[in-house]
């Protein structure tokens, strides 16, 4: 396979799992996050937290080749960039990078438990006022971390839309 081929494979892989990534990402946290924040007691929690580990199954496969992809683009396009887009391709990259460490230390383990509360919950165990404080500090850390990667990658996804004409405006 040629250079050339493997830029372009690497650049459909990129981009298409970027938009899979970011997309994924603004719907689980305008969308879901609140919509359990609010009825997560009242019946829908458990459709909710079903769609919530699909979509952060999505989220985790498509931002490692997001990752990994922009990586080899990086190192074979980008190395020794030093103009404002290159500087402005960084950034985009390092709240990428960032958004991926927030979700994986922060937001999927507050996911993961809140799911395990949610099924003692449906097995006929009533909260006590410890397990629902536990539940309302879960939700609590399950939405901000989702909003702070929301964030993250919409600076990325600017800073990606923009780098290519960064130098030619600054
Ligand atoms: C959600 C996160 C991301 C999205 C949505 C995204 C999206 C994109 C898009 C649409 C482009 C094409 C821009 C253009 O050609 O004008 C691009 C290029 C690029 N991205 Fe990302 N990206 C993301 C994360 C990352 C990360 C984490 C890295 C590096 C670790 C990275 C490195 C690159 C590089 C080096 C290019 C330039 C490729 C080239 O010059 O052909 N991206 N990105």
Redesign the pocket.
């Known amino acids: 396979m040629s250079d050339l081929t493997l830029?372009m494979l690497?650049?459909v892989i990129?981009?298409m799992t970027?938009?899979t990534?970011?997309g994924a990402?603004f719907v689980l946290a305008m969308v879901v996050v609140p919509l359990f924040t609010q009825h997560g007691s009242d019946g829908a929690g458990r459709w909710l937290a079903l769609v919530a580990r699909r979509a952060g199954m999505l989220t985790g496969i498509s931002?490692l080749l997001?990752?990994l992809?922009?990586?080899y683009?990086?190192a074979t396009?980008?190395q020794h960039d030093d103009s404002a887009g290159g500087l402005m391709?960084k950034a985009?990259?390092a709240a990428?990078?960032l958004?991926?460490a927030v979700g994986l230390f922060i937001g999927r383990p507050a996911g993961l438990s809140l799911e395990r509360l949610q099924a003692a919950n449906m097995a006929g165990t009533a909260p006590g006022p410890d397990v629902a404080r536990e539940f309302g500090a879960l939700r609590l850390r399950a939405a901000v971390s989702s909003q702070v990667v929301a964030g993250l990658?919409g600076i990325?996804?600017v800073a990606?839309?923009v780098?290519?004409y960064a130098s030619a405006v600054i």
């Open positions: 830029i690497a650049r990129h981009v970027g938009v990534w970011a990402t931002a997001t990752v992809s922009g990586i683009l990086f396009l980008h391709l985009g990259a990428a990078l958004a991926l990658l990325a996804v990606m839309a780098f290519r």
